[in-house]
């Protein structure tokens, strides 16, 4: 795995893509199990003389960067949460809060009044 990653992703001029363009996509659009790391598979495609590039990535790389993007993100959201109620419940000296108060204390005041008997 780490030698996927070290490898440098293919680089092209915009004349050698253009010429290449449908091997290039029948290539990519092949691959049925996305690779180890987002760059793996990727084909650079550069203006000569110009900073930066354009990338072609395999789809099933592209869904699968998605996918772990949104997986980490509700990671995030839940181990902030956790902090949160942590350091709520370490504040709160035993006494309960309402669900209102929580929405509220947490920025989500405009979901009170969905609470059942808002």
């Not at 990338?55 to 869904?63: A, E, Q, R």
């Not at 109620?85 to 979901?111: H, N, P, T, V, Y």
């Amino acid at each position: 795995m780490a030698a996927a990653r070290d490898r440098k992703p293919v680089a092209l001029g915009t004349s050698e893509a253009r010429r290449s363009l449908p091997q290039l996509v029948k290539k990519a659009s092949s691959r049925r199990k996305p690779s180890p790391a987002l760059d793996s598979n990727v084909v650079r495609i550069a203006i000569r003389g110009q900073a930066g590039s354009a990338s072609l990535v395999p789809t099933v790389d592209l869904v699968a960067a998605k996918e772990r993007i949104e997986e980490l993100e509700e990671e995030l959201e839940n181990a902030g949460l956790a902090l949160f109620l942590q350091e709520r419940l370490a504040k709160s000296e035993g006494k309960r809060l309402s669900a209102g108060d929580f929405l509220a204390e947490i920025g989500m005041g405009e979901f009170v009044e969905q609470l059942p008997g808002g």
